[in-house]
């Protein structure tokens, strides 16, 4: 159990950041007023995480709710021996997976100073998670992706679980929203209304990297304290807010491609497994013709709704390249023998369960791992002018290997 290390030649490290929230409102309906998610910064440093160091704070399941959130997926937690039998199995599973599931990256590093002459602002990618899912879920990826990821955690409610801290400063939590309901029983209504607070967070987000950027928040605006504490100094004139990618699977996939029809300022996009259904039609008529976009799905995750949807955007797309000058980049790639959860860590801790149960495809989960991670960085690379001196590091080898594993149904339109 445990995650690989970063395809990339730098070392990964990671820190937390958190405002004091000033609403109670579990959706807020003014954009203005959206609160700003929890976030896990990963960045490049030049140390290399030692194992027997902070492995508590370095664990891929943060608590026992974390675990209990992720049993909900399977086991609905409709009567209170169901509740009881899972937050037993919660306590078990945090136990079983502490401290052999521990993150591939230092906690809090120094961020890494390029050679003399370079540019030392980093670009960003900003991954928003699927439903389910949280801050760590996709940490392999956002390592991979050559140490510049950047990932929030919703509040809306599609989080397996979120914490955060009210106006006094206490600790709070928010569940699933519908947790105690089948997915499908679930009105497309509200999964369009969580859609539209995971939009007006990216956006809030951006807002808050502008200012760390600009040295405008000052440290004790941070209330997640000790080693997982972000020195916000760290990130001061070190981020290249001209070059902002925005990313994310499945309902994280959604939010990104809609994201970009909304902030201007978002200027790629990679949806992984995205889920089109939540997303409106005007949506998709905002986003095309705006940035370019990389699609990367898995082979079994299809059916008629998604593949309708998804022709629907697509087709916006192609309209807007015929009325823009400039190129409009849309590549559309399937993964072979890869399922819905290939694309986040889950495999990775549990291979074996994983293929039992379905939510693993046939191909083994470290390829299906790379092929994703290494499609991911080729598109940043050619589209993404990455600043001079931090050109992500790639081989012959491990890119063709990973594309011998991807049918591309769509090229460049």
Not at 141 to 146: E, F, G, N, S, T
Not at 279 to 306: C, H, I, M, Q
Not at 320 to 328: C, G, I, R, S
Not at 338 to 357: E, G, Y
Request: aromatic share 8%; hydrophobic share 40%.
């Amino acid at each position: 159990m445990g995650l690989p290390k970063p395809l990339g030649p730098l070392a990964v490290a990671f820190a937390d950041f958190e405002l004091l929230r000033r609403s109670e409102a579990p959706l807020i309906e003014h954009e203005a007023a959206t609160p700003v998610p929890p976030m896990r910064i990963f960045y490049p440093t030049s140390q290399q995480p030692k194992w027997w160091r902070d492995a508590a704070d370095r664990r891929w399941l943060m608590s026992i709710t974390y675990a209990f959130g992720y049993l909900q997926t399977f086991i609905l937690p409709s009567t209170t021996a169901r509740r009881i039998m899972l937050w037993v199995l919660a306590g078990i599973i945090y136990i079983f997976m502490w401290p052999g599931s521990a993150l591939a990256a230092s906690v809090s590093s120094p961020i890494v100073q390029l050679s003399e002459g370079s540019d030392q602002r980093l670009p960003i990618v900003i991954f928003s998670h699927g439903l389910w899912a949280c801050r760590t879920t996709y940490t392999a990826l956002c390592c991979d992706l050559a140490s510049h990821g950047y990932t929030p955690e919703h509040l809306d409610g599609s989080s397996n679980a979120v914490h955060y801290h009210d106006e006094n400063g206490k600790r709070k939590w928010i569940h699933h929203a519908f947790s105690n309901v089948p997915f499908v029983n679930v009105p497309m209504e509200d999964r369009s209304n969580q859609l539209r607070q995971r939009i007006a967070e990216i956006q809030r987000v951006i807002d808050v990297l502008e200012d760390l950027d600009g040295g405008l928040i000052t440290q004790n605006k941070n209330v997640i304290t000790g080693k997982l504490s972000l020195d916000v100094s760290t990130l001061k004139g070190r981020l290249s807010l001209s070059n902002l990618t925005v990313a994310g699977h499945s309902f994280g996939g959604a939010t990104a491609i809609t994201a970009c029809g909304r902030d201007a300022r978002l200027r790629w996009c990679i949806g992984l497994d995205v889920w089109w259904e939540p997303v409106e039609k005007v949506d998709y008529e905002r986003v095309a013709g705006k940035v370019p976009v990389l699609l990367l799905n898995t082979e079994s995750f299809e059916w008629k709704k998604l593949t309708d949807a998804r022709k629907l955007f697509l087709d916006c797309r192609r309209a807007a390249a015929n009325t823009t000058e400039d190129p409009l980049v849309t590549e559309v790639a399937t993964i072979k023998g890869t399922c819905h959860q290939d694309q986040s860590d889950i495999p990775l801790l549990f291979p074996i369960l994983s293929k039992k149960i379905g939510i693993s495809g046939t191909l083994d989960c470290m390829i299906a791992k790379n092929t994703n991670n290494w499609a991911c960085l080729d598109f940043l690379q050619r589209n993404l002018m990455l600043t001079k001196g931090f050109k992500l590091s790639t081989t012959v080898e491990e890119p063709s290997f990973a594309q011998k594993n991807l049918i591309y149904s769509e090229s460049e339109i």
